[in-house]
C-alpha cells in the first residue's frame, strides 16, 4: 500500500518547537486523507491530527489544539507536523499514516490505515 517514512523529530525542551515530516512514497499521496498519531512508552496510541486529501480540512485533538498544526504538499507528497509550545506530555513516537477511506478520522487502528510509517521520538524534557 506504499511506503511512509517520518523525520524531524528529537529532544527539546519544554516550549520548544518541532517540525515533523513524512514522506510518501509507491501510492498516490494526493488521494488519501493522512493522520499523525503518537504512542508513549506504557501507553495505547493516540490520535494527533488529520487532513483531507486536498488539505482544505484538519482536525486536531484537543491536547495540541492550538499548539500543533498540520499541513501538507501534494506535489512533493509530504505531511507536515508543525508543533508548538510543546510540553513534556508531548513526548512520545510519532507516527504517519494514511487512512482508508470510510475510516473514523480519530483511529488509532493500524488496521484502518493503508500505510503506517516507522516512527520519529518526540522527547520534551528540561
Not at 4 to 12: H, N, P
Not at 24 to 47: C, H, L, N, T, Y
Not at 102 to 114: C, H, P, V, Y
Request: aromatic share 10%; with cysteine; charged share 15%.
Amino acid at each position: 500500500e506504499g511506503r511512509l517514512v517520518e523525520s524531524g523529530g528529537g529532544m527539546v525542551h519544554p516550549g520548544g518547537s518541532l517540525r515533523l515530516s513524512c514522506a510518501a512514497s509507491d501510492f498516490v499521496f494526493s488521494g488519501w486523507v493522512m493522520s499523525w498519531v503518537r504512542q508513549a512508552p506504557g501507553k495505547g496510541p493516540e490520535w494527533v491530527s488529520t487532513i483531507n486529501s486536498g488539505g482544505g480540512a484538519t482536525f486536531y485533538a484537543d491536547s495540541v489544539k492550538g499548539r500543533f498544526t498540520i499541513s501538507r504538499d501534494n506535489a512533493k507528497e509530504v505531511l507536515y507536523l508543525q508543533m508548538n509550545s510543546l510540553k513534556p506530555e508531548d513526548s512520545a513516537l510519532y507516527y504517519c499514516a494514511s487512512l482508508l477511506p470510510g475510516m473514523k478520522i480519530t483511529s488509532t487502528d493500524q488496521a484502518d490505515f493503508g500505510s503506517w510509517g516507522q516512527g520519529t521520538q518526540v522527547t520534551v524534557s528540561s
